[in-house]
């Protein structure tokens, strides 16, 4: 049976700048959170740390046969809301990145966003993914019509000021 799923898997600690939603340059340290960090375990970042909000999702079959069809199709299915400590980003599909095979020969499509560093304090990065058509691949149903989920992930950022020069 077709298994698609949302993954969180390492990411670079930096970034190149192309517009909001990523690091200034490829030089300052991020850290990476994800949706699946529970509140009473949450990501540590250290003050004066951008972060790098990331997600992604794999088409798993567990036979062996996944497809980058398998990753166009969740694409053009899924309507995404992406908030990070309440606020909606805008246009969220902006922030996927090109399909590719991870080290299991996995097709996987990765979101990302990254914020400048904030003050010390508890903080979150929700997810909700809603499917108004269902999500088919290789004919198979991988998520009926009308599913709905939703993630949140917690990060907790220590130290001093939210480091930024002012």
Not at 81 to 89: F, K, L, Q
Not at 130 to 156: A, H, I, M, Q, S
């Amino acid at each position: 049976m077709l298994g698609s799923g949302i993954a969180a898997l390492g990411f670079s600690s930096t970034v190149s700048a192309r517009s909001d939603g990523e690091a200034p340059n490829g030089n300052v340290e991020t850290a990476d959170v994800n949706i699946f960090s529970p509140k009473n375990d949450p990501v540590e970042v250290s003050s004066g740390t951008w972060v790098n909000h990331y997600w992604g999702w794999v088409d798993a079959d567990y036979g062996g046969d996944s497809t980058e069809d398998g990753i166009e199709a969740f694409l053009d299915a899924a309507e995404i809301t992406v908030r990070i400590d309440g606020d909606e980003i805008s246009d969220p599909d902006q922030y996927w990145g090109e399909p590719e095979q991870n080290d299991e020969d996995q097709w996987v499509v990765w979101w990302e966003y990254v914020t400048p560093p904030k003050g010390p304090g508890l903080y979150t990065f929700t997810l909700e993914s809603y499917f108004p058509d269902g999500l088919k691949v290789n004919g198979e149903v991988v998520r009926e019509p009308g599913t709905r989920n939703e993630f949140t992930g917690y990060y907790e950022v220590t130290g001093g000021s939210d480091g930024r020069s002012r």
